[in-house]
């Protein structure tokens, strides 16, 4: 707790990781990394290779001058019945930024804050939500919630987003990246978009509920399928 990291292209303000690290039933809260250097990240945890297993615990209130307030995982991800809440990044990711393949199960972002993908940003990667909420999270650019930039597959399943923050008009789930995105039986509301495809990203839906939404699908004609 209240780890800081201010030296030049220093990562993890509360946990620096190169391997396998397991998280269980643990608290990460009040960790800050800063610096100018454009290239940090992992306020409360960074992990440079290997799996990073998060599992009913709590990465809370810390905080990136650039990527990834909460974490920054560059192996894969695997979070389960975890809580990421009120963490802010300067640049992406408020909650987390994941670099390599994720799962995640069972869990809360709320109230995450950055300049894309206020709950998390998934680059270079495929991923698998399922069964979580994101609430009230925020960004500046598109993905208020799900910022997504890859050319693999994602996953969201039975999940709620529901932001309703003041702001911009900007998208919940925001699809670049040129991949194939899944979303099926989900709920998405109050969101300035539900959901906004950009280049050739397709989105295929599979009995999802949207309300409240100043818009539900966004993107060019044939980039969404299904119903």
């Not at 960790?31 to 290997?50: K, M």
């Not at 640049?91 to 994720?102: K, T």
């Not at 991949?179 to 099926?184: N, S």
């Not at 539900?194 to 409240?212: K, P």
């Amino acid at each position: 707790r209240n780890g800081r990291s201010t030296i030049l292209n220093e990562n993890g303000g509360g946990i620096y990781a190169t391997t396998d690290l397991t998280l269980q039933g643990v608290t990460v809260e009040g960790n800050q990394v800063s610096n100018t250097s454009g290239s940090t990240g992992g306020g409360g945890v960074f992990t440079a290779g290997g799996t990073l297993t998060v599992a009913a615990s709590v990465l809370r209130q810390n905080a990136s001058s650039n990527f990834g307030g909460g974490f920054l995982a560059f192996g894969t991800l695997v979070m389960t019945d975890s809580q990421v809440v009120d963490n802010t990044s300067g640049n992406s990711a408020g909650g987390g930024l994941a670099m390599s393949p994720a799962t995640i199960t069972g869990s809360l972002f709320s109230r995450g804050n950055g300049g894309g993908g206020g709950a998390i940003y998934i680059q270079t990667a495929t991923a698998t939500i399922a069964d979580s909420l994101f609430s009230r999270n925020q960004s500046s650019n598109p993905g208020t919630a799900i910022s997504i930039a890859t050319l693999g597959t994602v996953a969201i399943t039975r999940t709620t987003i529901r932001d309703g923050m003041a702001g911009p008009v900007l998208p919940a789930i925001d699809a670049d990246g040129n991949g194939a995105v899944t979303v099926t039986n989900t709920i998405v509301a109050d969101a300035g978009e539900a959901i906004h495809t950009r280049g050739t990203t397709i989105v295929t839906e599979h009995h999802n509920l949207y309300f409240g939404n100043g818009a539900d699908r966004v993107g060019a004609a044939g980039t969404f399928l299904g119903a």
